[in-house]
């Protein structure tokens, strides 16, 4: 077949949109040509279901090395002894601990969908809330922090065999010794989902929930800069603690579970060629550059919540800890959706979110999460992030003059011209 130059084409178009505009969705990031071309390597025609060592597939020698570095490197970057490297996603790296841990109908208690959680830890429309028993903690309503002792209320009234901590948009850090301590008191698993500030917990930015959380789980695309995909931590190794058995009637260790649950349980084939990209940013991540980017990650968000704030914008808990911030647009009578519009038209892109206590709906929402991981690979400083600010700014409060918007726009390109990308 001749070059597919429709898909092609707009891969191209794809490329355009990233270089020119501004992309402050919190949980994007670009990828090292590196990464990106392992990506795109021969790796995507084999198959190598099984681990390395105990594949049920012939030709798998290379494709076991590859991916016993990739399990090398995730444990040495985040210091866990044990790690599986092959879940397709975050979305599918939680639903393998649930598999591994619970059983249908099991209670499990998770972070407020609609105060920042994620739909995987509970949500009616998710699997985890269909199949498991949710009940959720939230942050308190004056100071967008979440409430512990809400928590352990919640933990100690219901008795959840599994408390999820973890969020999509929750700008502040998290108390994993004291949830540690709520679910010692009922016999529950604690499992800490750091898909959004992984590469900042990995970096030391931010606390670790290794030592006190039974299991973690991540996206690898988020802060880490990988390529799309998922990976499963124990910081320990220990035997399950309720006595689930294979159908083998054998009682065996988390590590043996979950990697049970990935496969067979909820995946076929392993995607070795996003395991070979998760092993080279993972060690991209262990490097001084790295380390530099990540500093400079923090240190943006910081100066793009005090601009925002500045400007009379509302940020939820009023600041951040990590790379992201969740602003709340009612009193600048404009909505999420709205909101998300108009700056894409200015050619900065932001997601609409819900605002804990959000009056309106998921459609609709009171406000947008933005965050800085993507434009710090850019090479953005501090000087852009005020920059950025009073763009966005200017088109909120010029929501319905397209010239306007045009000329941010142009303005929008000319700054990120200053910051090429792949080209
Ligand atoms: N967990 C959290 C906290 C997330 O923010 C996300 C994605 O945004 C996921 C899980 C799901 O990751 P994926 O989109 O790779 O399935």
Redesign the pocket.
């Known amino acids: 077949m001749k070059r597919d130059t429709l898909i092609f084409d707009l891969i191209e178009e794809e490329l355009d949109r990233q270089e020119e505009g501004l992309e402050l969705i919190a949980?994007e990031n670009f990828v090292s040509k590196q990464v990106m071309e392992a990506a795109g390597s021969v790796l995507t025609n084999k198959y190598a279901e099984g681990l390395p060592g105990k594949r049920y597939y012939g030709g798998c020698e290379i494709v076991d090395e590859i991916e016993t570095i990739a399990i090398e490197r995730a444990k040495q970057l985040f210091n866990a002894e044990w790690a599986n490297v092959q879940p397709h996603?975050?979305?599918?790296?939680?639903a393998a601990v649930f598999l591994a841990v619970l059983k249908p109908g099991d209670k499990i208690l998770g972070f407020d969908l609609s105060h920042g959680?994620?739909?995987?830890?509970g949500s009616s429309v998710n699997s985890s809330g269909k199949l498991y028993d949710p009940y959720f903690y939230g942050v308190n309503k004056d100071t967008g922090l979440i409430e512990y002792e809400e928590l352990e209320k919640v933990a100690l009234r219901e008795k959840p065999k599994l408390i999820i901590c973890?969020?999509?948009a929750y700008s502040r850090d998290w108390d994993y010794e004291f949830i540690r301590k709520v679910a010692d008191k009922i016999g529950a698993l604690v499992l800490a989902?750091i898909?959004?500030p992984a590469g900042m917990i990995a970096r030391g930015l931010l606390k670790d929930p290794l030592p006190h959380c039974h299991i973690v789980?991540t996206?690898t695309?988020?802060t880490l800069r990988g390529p799309?995909?998922?990976l499963i931590l124990l910081g320990k190794d220990f035997e399950n603690p309720f006595g689930i058995k294979t159908p083998k009637g054998e009682i065996r260790m988390m590590s043996s579970l979950l990697d049970m649950a990935v496969f067979p349980g909820i995946q076929g084939g392993p995607l070795e060629h996003t395991i070979a990209a998760k092993a080279i940013a993972f060690a991209e991540a262990l490097s001084d550059e790295y380390m530099e980017y990540i500093l400079q990650v923090k240190t943006n968000a910081q100066a793009m919540a005090k601009a925002f704030t500045d400007k009379g914008y509302n940020i939820i808990s009023g600041g951040t800890d990590n790379h992201l911030m969740l602003i709340d647009l009612r009193n600048k009578n404009i909505n999420g959706k709205v909101a998300e519009r108009v700056l894409g038209e200015a050619g900065i892109t932001v997601n609409k979110n819900m605002v804990p206590f959000d009056d309106k709906s998921p459609f609709t929402t009171s406000g947008i999460r933005v965050g800085t991981a993507a434009v710090t690979t850019r090479g953005l400083k501090e000087k852009e992030m005020q920059t950025i600010v009073n763009l966005i700014d200017q088109a909120l409060m010029n929501p319905e003059n397209e010239e306007k918007l045009a000329e941010i726009h142009d303005e929008v390109n000319d700054l990120m011209e200053r910051f090429p990308l792949y080209k």
Do not use: I, V
Request: glycine residues 20%; aromatic residues 0%; proline residues 0%.
């Open positions: 949980s996603s975050g979305a599918q790296a939680n959680g994620h739909l995987t830890h973890g969020a999509s989902d898909s959004h789980t996206t695309h988020k799309r995909g998922g």
